[in-house]
């Protein structure tokens, strides 16, 4: 009698399942599978199911089954993207986004003496005892004579005797990299001596008499890790710390306390 009762209770929970999924097939519920490209079905998919990004959704599972790919674009899941545009997933304001293609174009250059890597060049002018007075950051493509007299004018005023500050040398030292006629002109009409060695000629000091304070001085500048190879992107911020090497140099030299 017992097992009797329980053979119909099974039959009777059988016909209410398979009653139940006959309506869920005549509503279209249990049609969509997702599929794979070789046609294996995956399972049945819940509600709200699909491709997401985050928290977004991309494409809902009926779109995505049987063709494994995407189909047509689920209403209000692409909404938010197609109003941000193209920069939907770059930085936005107030956020740091640099390009580093863009970046290291700023004031650098191929290296002729470095199989023309990427770099920079310090230009330098300093006093007769190595205290350096004016310092550009260029390409290191950059020819030293295009840079003579940018140095000489951002000198600053140098207090000295009473009266009004040095700002002028009296005479403008170099080597042959600044040989050039129309400078020597320029630095002759400022009241400055122009003494800038020609080339295919013999040292005129002899080695070691003078050049040797200014090679010392870039030496002493490059002792700094962050001036003798370049770490930053942009420039501005690498002439921040060829500035601060420079007040450094002129501290010690100088014995400022």
């Not at 869920?24 to 998919?45: E, K, P």
């Not at 941000?84 to 293609?101: E, K, M, T």
């Not at 940018?150 to 005023?157: M, N, R």
């Not at 009241?191 to 800038?196: D, N, Q, S, T, V």
Request: charged share 25%; with cysteine; glycine share 12%.
């Amino acid at each position: 009698m017992g097992n009797s009762r329980a053979i119909a209770a099974q039959k009777t929970a059988a016909q209410a399942v398979s009653g139940t999924q006959a309506a869920r097939r005549s509503q279209g519920i249990d049609r969509n599978f997702i599929h794979s490209q070789i046609g294996n079905a995956l399972g049945a998919f819940a509600e709200g199911d699909g491709l997401r990004f985050g928290d977004e959704l991309l494409e809902k599972a009926a779109g995505l089954a049987g063709r494994g790919c995407l189909g047509s674009f689920a209403p209000g899941a692409t909404g938010q993207a197609a109003r941000s545009g193209q920069n939907r997933f770059l930085a936005r304001r107030g956020r740091q986004f640099f390009s580093p293609c863009r970046a290291r174009g700023k004031k650098t250059g191929p290296n002729p003496t470095d199989r023309r890597k990427a770099g920079s060049k310090h230009h330098i002018l300093s006093d007769a005892q190595g205290v350096p007075l004016s310092v550009i950051l260029t390409e290191a493509n950059r020819h030293d004579v295009t840079q003579l007299l940018p140095l000489i004018d951002g000198i600053p005023p140098i207090a000295g005797k009473r009266g009004r500050p040095l700002q002028r040398p009296r005479i403008a030292q170099g080597d042959r990299a600044y040989d050039s006629q129309p400078h020597r002109k320029t630095l002759t009409a400022r009241g400055i001596k122009p003494l800038l060695a020609r080339r295919y000629t013999e040292h005129g000091s002899g080695l070691g008499v003078s050049r040797w304070v200014i090679e010392r001085t870039i030496a002493w500048l490059h002792q700094f890790r962050r001036l003798r190879v370049r770490y930053e992107r942009l420039p501005e911020i690498h002439e921040a710390f060829l500035k601060l090497g420079c007040a450094m140099i002129c501290w010690k030299t100088l014995g400022v306390a």
